[in-house]
């Protein structure tokens, strides 16, 4: 039986002792003070508080952060100062993508995870990249258009 | 705090262990439990009952053909794992790669979605159709039953004390012709307002199988034996005489409840293309 | 030094530290020592306060109402009129309206102490519906006038109503409905409060931070000096977030004025879903007279649901009738609007504000006209579009040209409407649809100098310049707008140029950022204030400030609503093509095509967004934003039963802007936010209508609903 739960947060490694159905949310954004994770909607149906966990996106608002234990877990903050994560960002600022931008951490960390695994995706394809991230303001063109020139921009990136 | 309330075990062994002592509830991915438990920003999720997180147990996982020809799907296969399984009947593949959104689907488990009983559930409607069956695991010892009969309804399962969905075996299909539909509350990341299934086997023009299954009609996956055994033998060119008795049969077993001018009314339409497909000879494979 | 130009594609200034997960709106905040407000809200629709059991508190917490409020203040609200109550006290009117906060620093204690607060009504029955309303269902809500009718108003224009229907060879009349609408900003609503310098200093997320100080400074008997408002980063407010954040804000200073230490209230989304201000559902009836087969007269009596407390509801409501005759000139016309008392929650400003309900009602009206005649709508509906000069239903007149004739050509031309609307017969499964609409810009009439008096100032720093007024950025992009049109005029790059979430404290009150207003009025007087400091840029660093000042010569009557209403319309046009599935009836979107005249766009990318966003609310709020209300309850309670669109349910736009500066406005630009939501959801039930063959009188049509409408019309 697991007393402790033992996960990587943005590469730096963490010791999580306490309830083990503390959301992962909230163990990003209260414990740790990452705050780039939103939360929208606290029941895995908006995207906001999208988030890697072993290569896969996930809603952190439904994960507990006991089935975390030797996870590695990317968040906004983790992939920003990368390239790919400055390739999607420069795109989305370019293309207009952004208005209040709640949404956008998570969007951005679901144009993260699709462009790693369909480096080149179609317009059929993102839009259902996204289908899971909620935005009210901007009707999705823009962020469509945005994820497509991160992929033509970044194209040898997403390659590796 | 009080007593702990949650477990984490390292295998299966160790879980069915605290399942049992705690007269547990089993955690898998979570999407489902997570959210019935929430209790808000900063507020740990609470439970009636402690809770055991099976979320990493290995002996749970992956999806293989057996050497009967049945399918296993570890219970905690997500809903992306199976989507993407070239083992899996492509019914229930069709209803895994529409649940939720990318996310959901990524921490979703079939297990989970099975136990959790919803009648809005997406993978149980195929796998009642197609006869699958999960195999529950206890310190007691181990059980097999069908999808169909381990739902009894909205909520309710035949899971008993310190048992543990640990995978569902769907049996070879010899169906020749399938239909799958969901119908949302929108196109994508949506709660299902009514699916469908409908599969037929046809031999030499004559109908050798044939079932239908439909969810988020009723309090569990509706699956009518009776309205089935009307069309099974006939021949391709009788299906047309016994349609309207078949549809009439399956109408009286869908729930009067929610909305059920539109689901009665969908739901007849859609088996009706699928049987006037049938009729003229459409090619086999998943009908569209 | 090159300098920022209107006509430059550059980035929003917003953008990076958003995407980065940078910007911190109120939810990411923390203040040492902390406290959390959890609200206590009545479940009772309509009845009496019998007894409020409370379970003991621990230290350090404390369960604040009514009762803390001291002796010279007031329980109210101030936001139009003052109806609404800080905290409900020995009665409620509906569902959701706030009784107490509970404050403490462990949420997990607080949840407790909420899930044990019990509270004993004496149940009255509600009335819900505008029909409950309208019967004044369990005794009229305003015994002294008998009825429930918070609001009410007329416009006429052209002969006596009797006299055109009495010449009439036929009349065509039927009933429209529109539902609620939730404005699911991603973000909740949420504010925290601490003290600084013995003043009460607010964290919102707000669109308005005068509104707030406005609101709730009487409920302290203090001025609203004492008060600092700042806003942060708003995570979408469309209206949302216009008047609610004072039910916020109100309680907590009552709160901080008793505990004196930071407190933070965020609502969680089911709060935000089954207890926010939402759009009005509305009941239209609509009369028209028809001679030779053409209009003679329209007659409109127009119910909007206002809820428990008025709000800014007879302000929506004025809107809704000064839209209620579209894009059209109509000869004679008679509207009468009534807001309607229910015991429901409050509805409220959002994004059209009033007008699309209107514009819904007749724009679906002369469809059906249409189609009783035997005619192509839009064929019938271009003869009556208004022109310059002509009268609109307030008797003012029309002051700008309109370009919907050429919007028409290209909308018309790039969906091949007029193939299609042939080829597409009726039933067959497809469907073309269009919709022409209209949203006059700001405040109405000589509201912006009689009622707002918005002010902007400039401040200069050597080379750099900051813009201090209270208008904010929600997600609309007026952060990147307005520096846009300070760099432009004082011939900076946008860089030099500074305008941050304003505080009341330090900046002059622009206005709400509302009505359309903020491009149009304040973005003018920075250009004005811009103007006088590049006249005097050899004095150095100096301050400029300037106030609005309406043109001469139209005049406006705010007792009879008669004059000149708006100074500059926006202009749009909407055109979908669907596809239903004859098995399902789910409808797939195929193709949308607008146009909109908005003047002149300050920034394209941004007037571009905002157009896909708009024409977006407005197709959910036709086909899928289902919100009902039984028994005063909400039955859609969160995301996942109340849905939104995504990004698959529909196609991408085609865009069009038609170029018509306005010489009122920056640059040319007009108020365009509220306009690219006013028309689209019509377009859409003319494609389904046209595709099935049926009628439809009200919206949304979900597939369960498209199967009742063909049930039914098919008796």
């Given at each position: ?17 306490g309830d ?23 029941e ?15 809603t952190?608002?439904?994960?507990p952060?006991?089935a ?9 903050e983790?992939?920003?100062d ?51 991230n ?22 040898e990136?997403?390659?590796? | ?16 262990a ?22 808000g ?5 609470s439970?009636?009952?402690p809770?055991?997180?099976i979320?990493?147990?290995p ?7 057996r050497?009967d ?9 997500t ?9 899996v ?22 297990g ?16 009642i159709?197609?006869?699958a ?30 048992e ?16 799958y ?15 469908i ?40 060119s ?50 569209e | ?7 430059d594609k550059?980035?929003?200034v ?49 369960f ?12 109210e ?21 706030t ?8 949420r ?10 019990h ?29 429930n ?7 006429e ?13 036929e009349?065509?009349?039927?009933t ?18 601490t ?97 030779d ?17 008025l ?10 009738i ?5 894009v ?10 009534e807001?309607?008392?229910?015991n ?18 007749v ?19 271009k ?9 609109t ?15 028409l ?5 790039e ?16 469907g ?10 700001a405040?109405?009439?000589?509201g ?54 304003p ?30 400091m ?5 004095e150095?660093?100096?301050t ?30 909407a ?5 239903v ?12 095509w ?63 802007l ?6 009122w ?51």
């Open positions: 039986m697991l007393s402790e739960i033992k996960f990587t947060l943005n590469g730096k490694r963490i010791i999580y002792q083990p159905l503390r959301r992962l949310l909230d163990v990003i954004r209260e414990d740790l003070g990452f705050t780039g994770t939103k939360e929208g909607c606290s895995g149906e908006c995207g906001a508080c999208s988030v890697i966990k072993d290569g896969r996106l996930v952190s608002c439904i994960i952060i006991g975390c234990n030797g996870s590695d877990i990317l968040t906004i983790g992939i920003r990368t390239e790919k994560g400055e390739c999607i960002i420069s795109a989305f600022a370019e293309g207009g993508a952004v208005q209040c931008g709640f949404c956008i951490p998570g969007m951005v960390m679901a144009a993260y995870y699709l462009l790693e695994n369909n480096p080149n995706p179609s317009e059929e394809e993102i839009r259902m990249g996204i289908s899971g909620i935005c009210r303001c901007t009707g999705y063109d823009l962020i469509v258009d945005s994820i497509a020139l991160a992929a033509k921009k970044g194209e990136l997403w390659k590796k | 705090m009080e007593e702990m309330m949650c477990y984490i075990p390292e295998n299966l062994e160790e879980a069915l605290i399942m049992d002592e705690k007269d547990a509830i089993a955690l898998a991915g979570g999407s489902d439990l997570m959210v019935s438990g929430a209790n920003t900063g507020v740990n999720p439970f009636s009952r809770v055991v997180i979320s990493n147990l002996e749970l996982k992956g999806i293989k053909k050497e020809g049945w399918t296993e799907i570890g219970a905690l296969s809903s992306r794992e199976i989507a993407e399984s070239g083992l009947h492509p019914l229930v593949r069709n209803a895994a790669s529409l649940m939720g959104a990318v996310a959901l689907r990524n921490s979703a488990t079939i989970g979605n099975i136990a959790n009983a919803s009648p809005k559930g997406d993978t149980p409607q195929p796998l159709l197609l006869d069956e999960v195999t529950l695991k206890s310190v007691r010892g181990e059980r097999r039953m069908k999808v169909d009969d381990f739902i009894l309804g909205a909520k309710k399962t035949k899971l008993e004390k310190g543990i969905i640990t995978s569902v075996l769907i049996p070879p299909s010899s169906l020749t012709h399938c239909y539909r969901k119908i949302g509350m929108r196109r994508a990341n949506a709660i299902s307002k009514l699916t299934s409908i599969g037929a086997e046809v031999r030499d023009g004559k109908v050798v199988d044939f079932r239908a299954s439909s969810g988020a009609a009723g309090p569990k996956v509706i699956r009518s034996h009776e309205a089935e055994s009307i069309l099974i033998g006939k021949t391709l009788e299906l047309t005489e016994y349609k309207e008795e078949f549809l009439d049969a399956w109408n009286n077993a869908i729930s009067p409840r929610a909305m059920p001018e539109y689901r009665r009314g969908t739901t007849r339409r859609m088996l009706s293309f699928f049987i006037d497909a049938l009729s003229a000879g459409v090619q086999e494979g998943i009908i | 030094m090159s300098y920022t130009k209107i006509s550059i980035e929003r917003d953008a990076r530290t958003k995407a980065r997960g940078e910007a911190m709106y109120v939810c990411d905040m923390s203040l040492p020592d902390m406290l959390y407000a959890y609200m206590v809200r009545s479940t009772c629709p309509r009845g009496k306060i019998l007894k409020i059991d409370v379970p003991n508190l621990p230290k350090g917490y404390k604040i109402t009514a009762d803390d409020i001291p002796q010279k203040g007031n329980n609200l101030w936001m139009i009129s003052k109806d609404w109550r800080a905290f409900a006290k020995d009665y409620v009117l509906y569902v959701g309206e009784i107490g906060l509970l404050v403490g620093p462990d997990t204690v607080l949840k407790y102490l909420r899930d044990n607060i509270i004993e009504y004496e149940m009255e029955e509600p009335a819900v519906t505008i029909d409950d309303g309208i019967a004044s269902k369990g005794g009229p809500m305003f015994p002294e006038k008998g009825n009718v918070f609001c009410s108003l007329y416009c224009k052209g002969r006596p109503m009797e006299e055109v229907f009495a010449e009439a060879d009349i065509f009349e039927e429209l409905e529109t539902g609620y609408q939730e404005h699911v900003h991603l973000e909740t609503n949420g504010a925290i409060v003290m600084e310098d013995g003043k009460f200093v607010f964290y919102a997320s707000a669109q308005c931070p005068f509104y707030i100080r406005k609101s709730i400074a009487g409920i302290l008997g203090i001025s609203v000096d004492d008060i600092i408002i700042r806003q942060c980063t708003t995570g979408g407010a469309f209206g949302g977030k216009e008047h609610f954040p004072d039910v916020l804000c109100g309680p907590l200073l009552v709160a901080e004025n008793v505990i004196r230490k930071p407190i933070k209230l965020i609502f969680d989304r089911e709060e935000d879903t089954q207890f926010s201000v939402k759009r009005h559902p509305s009941k239209c009836v609509y009369k028209t007279a028809l001679k087969g053409k209009i003679i007269g329209m007659d409109a009596k127009v119910y909007y649901n206002v809820g428990a407390y709000s800014s509801s007879f302000v929506v409501l004025q809107r809704g000064f839209h209620a005759n579209g059209y000139n109509i000869p004679s016309t008679h509207l009468v609007g807001g309607i008392g229910t429901t929650f409050p509805t409220c400003a959002f994004r059209g504000f009033g007008a699309p309900q209107t514009i819904f009602a724009e679906t009206h002369m469809d059906h006209i249409a189609h009783h005649l035997g005619v192509d709508p839009l064929e019938f509906k003869d009556y579009i208004i022109k310059q000069g002509e009268e239903v307030t008797n003012g007149h029309i002051i700008e040209e309109v370009k919907l004739p050429e919007m050509d290209v909308i018309t031309k969906s091949d409407y007029w193939r299609k609307a042939k080829e597409y017969t009726p039933g067959c499964g497809k073309i649809g269009i919709s022409m609409y209209l949203h006059g810009g405040f109405t009439g000589n912006e100098q009689a009622i707002i008096k918005a002010h902007a100032r400039l401040v200069r720093t050597g080379d750099k310049v900051r813009i201090e007024v209270g208008s904010t950025e929600m997600g609309q992009g007026f952060q990147t707008s307005l520096r846009k049109i300070a760099a432009n005029t004082l011939q900076l790059p946008i860089e030099n140029i500074e305008y941050n979430n505080d009341t404290s330090k900046v002059v009150d622009s206005g709400p950022t509302a009505a359309s207003r903020s491009t149009m009025i304040v973005g003018k007087l920075v250009e004005r204030a811009a103007e006088e590049k006249r005097r840029w050899d150095g660093d100096i400029t400030e300037v106030e609005y000042e309406h043109p001469e010569g139209y005049p406006w009557d705010q007792s009879t609503f008669r004059g000149d209403a708006y100074l500059g319309w926006g202009w749009g046009v055109c979908v093509e669907v596809e599935d004859k098995l399902t009836n789910e409808v797939k979107t195929v193709g949308i607008t146009s909109h005249d908005i003047g002149h766009a300050i920034d394209e990318l941004i007037v571009h967004g905002q157009v896909n966003g708009g024409i977006i609310q407005s197709l959910g709020y036709a086909s899928m934003e289902k919100l009902e209300n039984k028994n005063g309850f909400f039955r859609q309670k969160r995301m996942s039963d109340y849905v939104i669109p995504t990004s698959m349910d529909f196609p991408r736009q085609f865009y069009h038609q170029e018509n500066p306005y010489p406005g920056p640059q040319g630009a007009k108020g365009m936010g509220e306009l690219v939501f006013n028309g689209a959801d019509a377009a859409y039930v003319d494609a389904v209508e046209r595709a099935l063959g049926t009628t439809f009188n009200s919206i949304p049509i979900p597939p369960e609903d498209i199967e009742e409408a063909l049930k039914k019309n098919a008796q």
